[in-house]
């Protein structure tokens, strides 16, 4: 099933089961079930570093009716099949450790790399006994057009060695490209 565009209908025309089908109940079918949508759960390790890391690991779950957006298992990127306009969010629970920066980005390219859709970078909060950082973050994207590409996110943490997140990446279709 595909969606297919609204129509305008006539006065006193009469309605008739196929138009029902294919311009109401399939769309709406569509908008529930077959739209493009995925949201991905899983731990991940994040590397210690100064930069935007891919994370490795594999997914945990993915939701059912991922589509074409689900590269593979240990992806850390979700793919655009069709122009439209689509939002993305990222939760991102860092493991337990007082020290270092935390950063969460969404861009069109791995590491940060190409157009950043959402960025968050925190610094540990000082002066407030012990110091601490921040155990998560969620960054959401605003509404953005989009072709067929490649949405990729990044996770920053400088605390001195690797640690493994937990993290809830989903992107959702909202519209038809203007």
Same mark, same amino acid.
């Given at each position: 099933?595909?969606?297919?565009?609204?129509?305008?209908?006539?006065?006193?025309?009469?309605?008739?089961?196929?138009?029902? $089908?294919?311009?109401?109940?399939?769309? =709406?079918?569509? =908008?529930? &079930?077959?739209?493009?949508?995925?949201? =991905?759960?899983?731990?991940?390790?994040?590397?210690?570093? +100064? #930069?935007?890391?891919?994370?490795?690991?594999?997914?945990?779950?993915?939701?059912?009716?991922?589509?074409?957006?689900?590269?593979?298992?240990?992806?850390?990127?979700?793919?655009?099949?069709?122009?439209?306009?689509?939002?993305?969010?990222?939760?991102?629970?860092?493991?337990?450790? &007082?020290?270092?920066?935390? #950063?969460?980005?969404?861009?069109?390219?791995?590491?940060?790399?190409?157009?950043?859709?959402? &960025? $968050?970078?925190?610094?540990?909060?000082?002066?407030?006994?012990?110091?601490?950082?921040?155990?998560?973050?969620?960054?959401?994207?605003?509404?953005?057009? =989009?072709?067929?590409?490649?949405?990729?996110?990044?996770?920053?943490?400088?605390?001195? +060695?690797?640690?493994?997140? +937990?993290?809830?990446?989903?992107?959702?279709?909202?519209?038809?490209?203007?």
């Amino acid at each position: 099933m595909v969606w297919t565009a609204p129509r305008d209908w006539s006065t006193d025309e009469e309605v008739t089961s196929t138009n029902m $089908d294919t311009y109401v109940s399939d769309n =709406l079918r569509w =908008l529930n &079930e077959q739209r493009p949508r995925l949201t =991905l759960d899983g731990n991940v390790s994040v590397a210690n570093g +100064s #930069g935007f890391a891919t994370p490795t690991g594999t997914w945990g779950s993915a939701s059912p009716n991922a589509g074409s957006m689900y590269a593979s298992s240990t992806a850390m990127y979700m793919n655009t099949p069709t122009a439209g306009v689509y939002q993305f969010s990222l939760m991102v629970i860092f493991s337990t450790n &007082e020290t270092g920066k935390r #950063g969460a980005i969404i861009s069109t390219a791995a590491g940060g790399a190409g157009t950043v859709l959402a &960025e $968050d970078m925190r610094m540990p909060v000082t002066g407030i006994p012990p110091n601490t950082e921040p155990n998560a973050l969620t960054i959401t994207t605003p509404l953005v057009q =989009l072709g067929a590409t490649s949405i990729h996110f990044g996770i920053r943490q400088a605390s001195g +060695s690797s640690m493994t997140c +937990s993290v809830r990446f989903s992107g959702l279709w909202v519209a038809n490209a203007t």
